[in-house]
């Protein structure tokens, strides 16, 4: 079984959209939840974080961690075709590993007009 | 802000040739890290080091080694290259971990070709 399943897409949506984008993971030990976003032809920015359970929310992105499930989820509220990009979860464990990351295989998102 | 620069963005080599990728980062971060990226298997970690001359090794170290003789500049080697080396490669800096979460900061990749 993989750590970390992502669905790979590629996700096409309208403009104005609400986006979810969903991870699952295997690994307990995994305890801080990112998400990252990728342009084309640029490296992977950090976009959120989060620590611990439940909802955290910054403009129109939301991230939603369910550790009893090992579930975690983007929103994109009012999607822009600016947000068109490849977007990849990534987890790390609290201790040990220094700051390794593991990462999904990315969501390719298009927005468009 | 923080900045990672990889000495190349494409690069076109020979089969059994040495290669070198290089990294520099300005923010005087102790963690650096070496990654490809390819369709499919997402972000793989190769080699990352946590201080200058320290090294260890990621998910997938075969066929690569690195170097890191001063703190800014992460070096990636492929001793002789293979054409299944053909790849995105991507370094990151982050600041070392305490009781707060460092994010990593990614260059813009090299994407090595070899023929």
């Known amino acids: 079984q993989k750590e970390v399943e992502q669905d790979p897409g590629p996700l096409s949506v309208p403009e104005g959209a609400i986006v979810s984008l969903n991870c699952t993971y295997s690994n307990s030990a995994f305890q801080y939840f990112m998400w990252y976003r990728q342009y084309s032809r640029k490296g992977p920015e950090l976009l959120m974080y989060t620590y611990s359970s439940g909802n955290k929310e910054d403009g129109r992105f939301t991230a939603q961690v369910d550790k009893s499930s090992k579930y975690i989820s983007l929103f994109i509220r009012d999607s822009q075709p600016s947000d068109s990009a490849t977007y990849l979860c990534a987890f790390r464990r609290v201790t040990g590993g220094g700051n390794k990351l593991t990462f999904g295989t990315g969501t390719q998102l298009k927005v468009e007009l | 802000d923080v900045k990672v620069t990889q000495s190349s963005r494409y690069l076109v080599k020979r089969t059994g040739e040495k290669v070198f990728l290089e990294c520099v980062q300005d923010m005087d971060h102790e963690n650096m890290f070496w990654y490809r990226q390819d369709p499919g298997l997402g972000l793989r970690l190769i080699y990352f080091s946590y201080d200058v001359k320290m090294k260890e090794k990621g998910d997938i170290p075969e066929g690569y080694s690195v170097s890191r003789e001063k703190k800014e500049r992460f070096s990636l080697i492929l001793e002789s290259a293979s054409t299944n080396q053909t790849s995105m490669y991507l370094c990151?800096?982050?600041?070392?971990?305490?009781?707060?979460?460092?994010?990593?900061?990614f260059g813009d990749g090299t994407r090595l070709s070899i023929l």
């Open positions: 990151a800096s982050s600041l070392l971990p305490g009781t707060e979460h460092q994010p990593q900061h």
